[in-house]
Nanobody
Framework: VQLVESGGGLVQVGGSLRLACTTS????????MGWVRQIPGKEREEIGC????????VSVDSLKGRFTISRGDTKNTVYLQMNDLTPDDTGTYYC????????????????????WGQGTQVTVSA
């Protein structure tokens, strides 16, 4: 099973990017998918997730209104739309997924993903 992110790159302040994540090597639908980022010098941050019932949640207050999570035409594709980007958004963005239901909802603390992508770099230049 692989999760493959795409859509990262270099963008100027105030610009937008849409990251995509899709699975390969699996024929069953995902349950929950999420996005996590690693900003240099900071702890890993869970951006948010979309549940198997297609409820999308951005967990970080400072990102609400700028970042949106959505699912693609297929169950196993998820997007992260990022608008009004700043240099503080520079980092590596990872998608994650599960294929079985969890005891926790994906936006709850304690939720853990079983599968991770390799990450895609986002660089916002001033």
């Amino acid at each position: 099973v692989q999760l493959v992110e795409s859509g990262g790159g270099l963008v100027q302040v105030g610009g937008s990017l849409r990251l995509a994540c899709t699975t390969s090597g699996v024929t069953i639908d995902v349950t929950d998918m999420g996005w996590v980022r690693q900003i240099p010098g900071k702890e890993r941050e869970e951006i948010g997730c979309i549940s198997r019932k297609d409820v999308a949640t951005v967990s970080v207050d400072s990102l609400k209104g700028r970042f949106t999570i959505s699912r693609g035409d297929t169950k196993n594709t998820v997007y992260l739309q990022m608008n009004d980007l700043t240099p503080d958004d520079t980092g590596t963005y990872y998608c994650a997924a599960n294929f079985v239901p969890s005891h926790y909802a994906c936006m709850e603390s304690g939720y853990q993903y079983g599968y991770w992508g390799q990450g895609t770099q986002v660089t916002v230049s001033a």
